[in-house]
């Protein structure tokens, strides 16, 4: 990475004290609905913290203002990690992350832009999510308009041919202000992402279509930051962060264990992982 020396460090205890917060929020969320995705909510934790408390320009208070960088979420299973994020940002109240996946709530199994604040696109079928952000992307170039977009696809989610028709349509266009994100934990519903239909090497496919590469862990904050303050300065050509997780992250029993991919806790579990996620929370309030 070629990163300036001038280079402001971000506040890794505050995005640690919001991660711990997204994570406590979906597991609240996924064992209030017995219904939902908690491994790759927590893989995607620490990417959502960095994006929403330190990466977009966002307005909670004006949500659609027209010069507000884009998100598309498009693994729209996560949403419960993406749904605890935009509370603690301040689009909806936290409490409402409890009425997650009930009959009559806004906040339903997928994101729903015509319902819920801050949601940018609509998302649940994976492949679609890039190509969305493809489309704004363009738009933007098209309109001379300053906003960039963000997408973040599962590793799963790069068996989708749908993905590739959108990465090389980004790649010939030169879209330099769309930043697509891969939570790479390794893992899907059916098992290793290598063992059912292998992505890899990821990167040198994204670099196929012409995309600048980065290769990152997802769970450091000060890499993180590098990352997307790389890609700020690529010119003529869309970034790709394929950023190393661990699915379940946070919570010891659902770490790298696929079965965790898309069942609710029940009420053992529960308890034993918002005891793990509040004693994180207060050796970082101790810091």
Same mark, same amino acid.
């Given at each position: 990475? $070629?990163?300036?020396?001038?280079?402001?460090?971000?506040?890794?205890?505050?995005?640690?004290?919001?991660? !711990?917060?997204?994570?406590? !929020?979906?597991?609240?969320? %996924?064992?209030?609905?017995?219904?939902?995705? =908690?491994?790759?909510?927590?893989?995607?934790?620490?990417?959502?913290?960095?994006?929403?408390?330190?990466?977009?320009?966002?307005? =909670?208070?004006?949500?659609?203002?027209?010069?507000?960088?884009?998100?598309?979420?498009?693994?729209?299973?996560?949403? &419960?990690?993406?749904?605890?994020?935009?509370?603690?940002?301040?689009?909806?109240?936290?409490? *409402?992350?409890?009425?997650?996946?009930?009959?009559?709530?806004?906040?339903?199994?997928?994101?729903?832009?015509?319902?819920? =604040?801050?949601?940018?696109?609509?998302?649940?079928?994976?492949?679609?999510?890039?190509?969305?952000?493809?489309?704004?992307?363009?738009?933007?170039?098209?309109?001379?308009?300053?906003?960039?977009?963000?997408?973040?696809?599962?590793?799963?989610?790069?068996?989708?041919?749908?993905? #590739?028709?959108? +990465?090389?349509? +980004?790649?010939?266009?030169?879209?330099? !202000?769309? %930043?697509?994100?891969?939570? $790479? !934990?390794?893992?899907?519903?059916?098992?290793?992402? @290598?063992?059912?239909?292998? &992505?890899?090497?990821? *990167?040198?496919?994204? @670099?196929?279509? $012409?995309?600048?590469?980065?290769?990152?862990? +997802?769970?450091?904050? *000060?890499?993180?930051?590098?990352?997307? @303050?790389?890609?700020?300065?690529?010119?003529?050509?869309?970034?790709?962060?394929?950023?190393?997780?661990?699915?379940?992250?946070?919570?010891?029993?659902?770490? $790298? /264990?696929?079965? #965790?991919?898309?069942? /609710? =806790?029940?009420?053992?579990?529960?308890?034993?992982?918002?005891?793990?996620? @509040?004693?994180?929370?207060?050796?970082?309030?101790?810091?």
């Amino acid at each position: 990475m $070629n990163i300036g020396k001038g280079l402001v460090r971000v506040d890794k205890l505050k995005l640690q004290k919001v991660s !711990n917060k997204i994570r406590s !929020n979906i597991i609240e969320a %996924v064992y209030s609905a017995q219904s939902g995705h =908690p491994g790759g909510s927590l893989s995607s934790a620490d990417i959502f913290a960095y994006l929403y408390f330190e990466e977009l320009d966002i307005d =909670p208070n004006d949500p659609d203002k027209l010069d507000r960088d884009r998100f598309v979420l498009s693994k729209g299973h996560v949403a &419960p990690g993406f749904y605890s994020v935009l509370a603690l940002r301040g689009f909806f109240p936290v409490e *409402d992350l409890k009425t997650f996946r009930h009959l009559g709530s806004y906040l339903q199994g997928h994101p729903d832009m015509k319902h819920i =604040p801050g949601v940018d696109m609509s998302s649940g079928s994976l492949g679609q999510g890039i190509s969305a952000a493809t489309g704004m992307a363009l738009s933007a170039k098209l309109s001379n308009d300053k906003y960039r977009v963000y997408t973040l696809l599962g590793d799963g989610e790069l068996q989708e041919g749908q993905v #590739w028709e959108a +990465a090389m349509f +980004a790649g010939s266009h030169k879209l330099d !202000n769309l %930043v697509v994100i891969i939570d $790479n !934990n390794g893992l899907q519903i059916d098992g290793k992402i @290598e063992d059912i239909c292998s &992505p890899y090497p990821i *990167d040198k496919k994204f @670099e196929a279509f $012409n995309f600048h590469v980065i290769n990152t862990d +997802a769970h450091d904050f *000060d890499a993180l930051h590098k990352a997307f @303050e790389e890609a700020k300065e690529v010119k003529g050509r869309p970034t790709v962060i394929v950023a190393k997780s661990i699915k379940g992250k946070g919570v010891s029993f659902m770490e $790298n /264990a696929v079965e #965790w991919h898309g069942k /609710a =806790p029940n009420e053992t579990q529960y308890k034993l992982a918002m005891e793990e996620l @509040e004693r994180a929370g207060s050796l970082l309030c101790q810091k």
